[in-house]
């Protein structure tokens, strides 16, 4: 799998490169290393440079922390969803394969690491957030029934599941993160309110 391949294949031609997904084997270290890592780390640079470069002055370690707190966030995203979803799959139909669930979070997601990495432009990084975000949960329905192997009626209900489960790691993950970290520089969230 050729990383700048899949990512152009995932955002274009999703359906198709879904059925490629399915037939490869469900190894979870390699996507969270070799695709969710990388996509990851350059979102956290961007950040970086946004904040640090094209807004006011702010320091160096404030910067820091926020694309650290970026990339935990994007990265963990992953993992949980997909160990909650997949702890649910059965009961929901699907197929309890933690590498599978994975799969389907970790390229399921891609539109949300390319709008995250447009938080270099910290002025429109809320709008391509949610879109990035918008477009990654039809990306999951989509590959729901190839990856998980589930029948057609029961598609909608796991795919919904697991995007709220999402949903909801995400607002819960960022609480703890913007305390720990933003704590950590500030007494409190800083000068600067960094939405991610």
């Known amino acids: 799998?050729?990383?700048?391949?899949?990512?152009?294949?995932?955002?274009?031609?999703?359906?198709?490169?879904?059925?490629?997904?399915?037939?490869?084997?469900?190894?979870?270290?390699?996507?969270i290393m070799g695709y969710v890592v990388p996509l990851c780390g350059v979102a956290a640079v961007a950040a970086f440079l946004g904040i640090g470069f094209l807004t006011d002055f702010v320091s160096i370690r404030w910067c820091f922390m926020a694309a650290i707190m970026l990339f935990l966030l994007l990265v963990l995203i992953v993992?949980?969803?997909?160990?909650?979803?997949?702890?649910?799959?059965?009961?929901?139909?699907?197929?309890?394969?933690l590498g599978r669930s994975v799969q389907l979070l970790g390229y399921g997601c891609t539109p949300l690491y390319l709008?995250?990495?447009?938080?270099?432009?910290?002025?429109?990084?809320?709008?391509?957030?949610?879109?990035?975000?918008?477009?990654?949960?039809y990306l999951i329905f989509l590959g729901v029934m190839p990856i998980k192997k589930i029948t057609q009626d029961k598609q909608a209900g796991y795919a919904i599941v697991t995007i709220g489960i999402a949903i909801g790691v995400f607002f819960l993950l960022r609480l703890i993160l913007k305390r720990i970290f933003f704590s950590m520089v500030f007494d409190g969230y800083g000068p600067y309110n960094i939405n991610f």
């Open 115 to 137: 709008s995250a990495i447009l938080s270099i432009f910290p002025s429109v990084a809320d709008i391509f957030l949610i879109l990035g975000g918008l477009y990654s949960a």
């Open 79 to 97: 993992l949980l969803t997909a160990f909650v979803s997949d702890l649910v799959a059965p009961s929901l139909g699907a197929e309890k394969n």
């Open 1 to 31: 799998m050729n990383l700048i391949d899949r990512v152009k294949k995932m955002v274009t031609t999703p359906k198709t490169e879904w059925e490629v997904v399915a037939v490869e084997a469900p190894d979870a270290s390699k996507v």
